[in-house]
């Protein structure tokens, strides 16, 4: 990475990785140059191009489409082609101002939807966006949720069946409907089980079922469900990977 990696995502086929190389943001401009980087896992070759603005939450639409996310205060969401070629630069095909704050998202690729949950400021609300071609068109926002945590995420289960935010499993088809409430924050969801801190829950009965010896502070899962990583809260900010068992 030229300054730190802040995000990465699979594309749904798997084939491609991409990272975004966070340059720094103040009051909606760059510190520095923000870098987007794929690396092809088949032909194992990385390219990386400037970003047109901000490179910082990231979410693989396809092969060649992506959606980055700022990182201020009103963050914008927009996406992007890569290029069709290796001199191609990126080029911008849509874009949503003034309409989120801080937050993070998750793509469902089956429905198109992007899932946006605040995490910094009051009041806090969920807001869904779909990518209908080359476009992002706004769709709705929840009402704001109240008693939350410090720093709530949004995390959605890579069947699309479970999304979650602050604790709070909410109905993908209407993140307005709340369906159950968890102890504490969710971290990750696969496999029918919730990841959050040390313990693993049932998503459907919210008991308890087992636990994890390194929570760690991050957690990706795989598109298939079968692997779930973690990034340490140690010194050493180590990685750890668990094979999920239901």
């Keep these: ?45 990385w390219e990386v191009k400037r970003a047109p ?11 060649d489409r992506f959606l980055l996310l700022e990182s201020d205060q009103t963050a914008e969401l927009t996406l992007n082609h890569f290029g069709a070629t290796a001199d191609a630069p990126i080029a911008e095909l849509s874009r949503v101002s003034d309409l989120l704050s801080l937050g993070n998202m998750e793509l469902d690729h089956r429905t198109g939807l992007v899932f946006h949950g605040d995490t910094a400021f009051e009041p806090k609300k969920v807001s869904v966006i779909k990518v209908e071609g080359n476009a992002l068109q706004p769709q709705y926002q929840t009402q704001p949720f109240t008693q939350t945590t410090g720093n709530p995420a949004i995390t959605l289960s890579p069947d699309g069946k479970h999304l979650f935010y602050d604790g709070r499993l909410l109905s993908p088809a209407d993140a307005r409907q709340v369906l159950r409430v968890f102890p504490g924050g969710v971290h990750a969801s696969t496999a029918g089980l919730v990841f959050g801190g040390f313990n693993i829950l049932s998503a459907e ?39 999920v068992r239901p």
């Design 205 to 243: 009965t919210g008991e308890a079922v087992g636990s994890m010896e390194h929570p760690g502070s991050r957690h990706f899962a795989s598109d298939d469900g079968l692997y779930l990583i973690t990034h340490g809260t140690t010194v050493n900010q180590n990685f750890f990977f668990y094979q």
């Design 53 to 63: 603005l901000i490179a910082h939450g990231l979410e693989a639409v396809d092969k």
């Design 1 to 45: 990475a030229t300054d730190a990696f802040a995000d990465f995502d699979l594309t749904p086929d798997g084939r491609y990785l991409y990272a975004s190389d966070f340059g720094g943001e103040s009051a909606g401009a760059p510190v520095r140059p923000s870098w987007v980087q794929r690396y092809d896992i088949s032909a194992r070759q």
